[in-house]
Structure formats: C-alpha cells, structure tokens
C-alpha cells in the first residue's frame, strides 16, 4: 500500500508563480525524496531530506520536513512551463525500498 | 549522472506471447533493481526487488510465474511477462541503486525511461 499521499492532486498555476505540493506518511523514515515524471517517462530523483534534517534547498527548489507531523513539503519558486510533471514523493528507510505517494500533477501555464 | 537505460520503449504484442524488458545501468553497478507498474494518472506499484545473483522478492499479489525477474549481472535486469493478456497491458518502469554511493546519496534511485506495453 502506498504510505505517502500528497496533496493537491493537481495544482495548475502560471508561469512566474510558486508551486507548493505536500506529502503526509504513516510510519518512522529515514529520508524523504521528491521525484519528478513527465508524461510517460521514468522518474527523475529532485531532492532527499534526511530525517534529522527540517529544510533543504537546491536551486528553486526548497523542502522542509516535519517528522512530528510526519510531512513535507515540496516548494517550486519562479515556475517556468517546463516544470510542469507529475511529483512524487518517496520514503524509505536505510537500505530498503522507498515508497511512493499519489503524486501530484503540476501545471505551469505560459 | 547515473543512467539507467531500459528497452524497448513499447511494445504491442498478441495476447499469449511473451515480452522481454531489459533495465541496463550503463555507468554504473547496481547490487539492487526494482520492477513497477504504473497505470494512467496513478502512482508507481512496486512488482518485485531484483538482487543480482539472487531470486527475486516478489510483493504481495505479484505472480512470481507469470512476471519472471532475471538479474543475471550488475548492469542487467530482465522483466518477462510470460503469456501476457490484455489486463497485464501497463506501464513498467524500473530503477536502480548505485552499489557506490554512500549515506543519502545510496538512497536515490535512477530510473529508466519506462515501458509501455499494449496487449491486444
């Protein structure tokens, strides 16, 4: 069974403007990774946070997690149409498989 | 980077025939492949864990007999599907682990760029 679920399910915004999409989990993790698919295509692995860590940044991309809550979130600042793709959002615990969410289909409108 | 090549991109095949998808890690080794399936607007559906030189670890509900899972070497991974039928008609993706990497960065996956198989 899939443990993350991320919301929105769909988010559609404009070029220029901040994507936000988060990810709730169930059980204890190790790390939380964000990936990124566009259409029918393999993932793309965005960023890791490990769970010692509250925030991490890599270019304009920025995600915080909150293991008390148990969830993250994925920021995209200045979004440009190629961003738009289906994220996800993965946990895993070392050495094991990770687990993947729902997923959350970005728009970005020209 | 690290790269992941998989082959064929699709496939249409007749319904009783079997496919063969290959997963390459082609600069690096991975000790560890993973076979999923996604339908349309759906998350990925982990199938099986592939060890090289090992049985593969089916999940649950997964027909070990009918998806067989070869992972013969370090760079190579195989998905049959044998006597495949229209429901089995999907999209497989599979990814892989750098033996190499260290911490977090042995936590990533790379994946390939996905199968799509039509069954008619």
């Known amino acids: 069974s899939q443990q993350g679920e991320e919301d929105p399910q769909a988010l559609s915004i404009q070029e220029g403007e901040n994507a936000t999409m988060n990810c709730s989990y169930k059980t204890s993790i190790n790390n939380l990774q964000w990936y990124r698919q566009n259409s029918g295509r393999g993932l793309v692995h965005l960023i890791l946070i490990r769970s010692n860590e509250r925030e991490k940044h890599s270019g304009r991309l920025r995600v915080t997690l909150d293991t008390s809550k148990k969830s993250s979130s994925l920021l995209i600042t200045a979004s440009r149409a190629a961003d738009t793709a289906s994220y996800f959002c993965?946990?895993?615990?070392?050495?094991?498989?990770?687990?993947f969410g729902e997923g959350t289909q970005l728009t970005v409108n020209p | 980077g690290a790269v992941v090549s998989q082959h064929p991109s699709w496939v249409i095949c007749k319904s009783g025939t079997s496919v063969k998808i290959e997963c390459r890690s082609l600069d690096f080794q991975a000790t560890t492949m993973f076979w999923y399936r996604q339908f349309p607007k759906q998350s990925l559906m982990l199938m099986a864990t592939?060890?090289?030189?090992?049985?593969?670890?089916?999940e649950q509900g997964v027909e070990k007999d009918k998806f067989l899972i070869n992972h013969a070497s370090l760079t190579l991974s195989t998905l049959t599907v044998t006597s495949a039928h229209p429901e089995d008609s999907s999209f497989y993706i599979c990814?892989?682990?750098?033996?190499?990497?260290?911490?977090?960065?042995?936590?990533?996956?790379?994946f390939g760029s996905g199968t799509q198989l039509s069954v008619l």
């Open positions: 993965a946990t895993g615990t070392s050495g094991s498989r990770l687990t």
């Open positions: 592939s060890n090289e030189g090992s049985k593969a670890t089916y």
């Open positions: 990814s892989a682990r750098d033996r190499r990497g260290t911490g977090g960065d042995f936590e990533k996956l790379f």
